[in-house]
């Protein structure tokens, strides 16, 4: 018999726990269109793929929903007409989660990363940087992408009501002291430039793991 899926449940939070801790979390944050996903698929294209992993906290919600609501997860992903007939309540799903449990999409995200180096690429809610900061308190830096709203009109974004205006967008604009901002822009320093402290603080920090295999509980 499958135990109730509750968030509280001893069995989910078990299933929930990391194996692995890693020795370097970045928690990347920006607008829409400011690339902070171009941003972060470079670190791990730079870092190679058995250092570094891309997190994305997205993913988890929708895919937690879908299974919780018998949904098909690939149209969920896509851009589809079947994703904006769940999204309001998907939204309302995903926010009920977050209330009860503020660490829960974060712990679905990490589940099974291994890699020293941790690249979180869409923290949108003071609560999803918290959980970073409370969980590994000496790993976590946070990271800002930035891009003007003329740049990012040109890469095809457009002011949508109750999406840019909504704390999944306006969470972490003011009140954050970032250890880094990147501007991605056509007249700022190359990134590669902007992202060589990050890389070699990240390359000292993936250096110093000793790989050991956690112990298995019988």
Known sequence: ?????????????QMEERVFEPKMVLVFSGKRKSGKDYVTDLIKGRLGSDTCCVLRLSGPLKQQYAE???LDLDQLLGPGPY???????????GETRRRHDPGFFCRLATRGA????WVV???RRLSDLQWF????PQ???SVRVQSSEETRKKRGWSFTADVDDAESECGLDS???????????????SLDEQLQPILRLAEEAASSLHLTRPQQVS
């Open 1 to 13: 018999m499958e135990p109730p899926r509750d968030s509280s449940s001893d069995y989910w939070r």
């Open 68 to 70: 919780e609501h018998g």
């Open 83 to 93: 994703k904006e007939r769940f999204r309001a309540d998907m939204i309302g799903w």
């Open 114 to 117: 291994w890699q020293p180096v």
């Open 121 to 123: 690429s869409d923290a």
């Open 133 to 136: 900061l409370s969980e590994f």
């Open 139 to 141: 790993q976590t830096r």
């Open 175 to 189: 009140g954050i002291e970032f250890d880094w901002i990147i501007s991605n822009e056509a007249d700022a320093p």
